[in-house]
């Protein structure tokens, strides 16, 4: 979410009323909602308050999914997804922290996944590029499925597989390899390293639709079938 803070609770001192504010909370498809105060971050000078309300659960996601792969300069991690907008943050996140990059999206993505920065993009439908990748420090994982299965076969022997979707099916048959499983928790000062990141261009989070609240139901349909950037619902 992201609005106004119109008011205050019992102890709260780092905000005033008129903040602009955003958050991964919950409840939020709503006029008005209650936010701890503990979750809660400024929206950075030149970000708009709308378009803020895309970022909170992915860029997120994405930054502690990359950071569970323990990748450092000089490695190679490949994020799954890579198009998708945990996908677009995992890989920010990983080339902040050095490392190189391989963007592994279908071949109908692959020129969308130019927009991601990666330093290489991998097709992960085509059997024949996923054998010929080199093996990876890491993987961080958005999409599971055979995808997952295939590709923790790519792991060098004390290297990490991380994924919110859970571990490959076939994880057992490679206990060299550490499968990391991520769910996202709120975090402000992350929030706001990726808010700053999108403000100041290094990294783009798409929006498809904006809706008035009352047709929130259209938009769930519309992210329900995939494929698009965020929807953001307007109260």
Known sequence: MAGTVIKLGPGVEAF???NQVFAMA???YAEFCVVTAGILAKIPKGLDLIEAAALPLVTTTGNQLASATGIKAGQTVM???A???VGRSAVFTAKQRGATVIAGVLKRQMEDAKSASADRVVATDDDHEIANLPLLDAVADTVG??????????VKPGGVYASVVGAPQN???YPAVKVVPVYSTADRKTLE???EAVRDGKLVIPISLKLPLGKAAEGQAAAEK????????LA
């Not at 499925?145 to 790519?154: D, F, N, Y």
Request: charged share 20%; glycine share 20%.
């Open 26 to 28: 919950d409840n939020t």
């Open 79 to 81: 994020v799954v997804g």
């Open 193 to 195: 390293f990726m808010a």
């Open 83 to 85: 198009v998708g907008n």
């Open 171 to 173: 994880a057992a048959k």
């Open 16 to 18: 005033t009323i008129g």
């Open 145 to 154: 499925g055979r995808t997952a299965e295939k590709l923790i076969a790519k």
């Open 226 to 233: 995939g494929g698009i950037g965020k929807v953001l619902l």
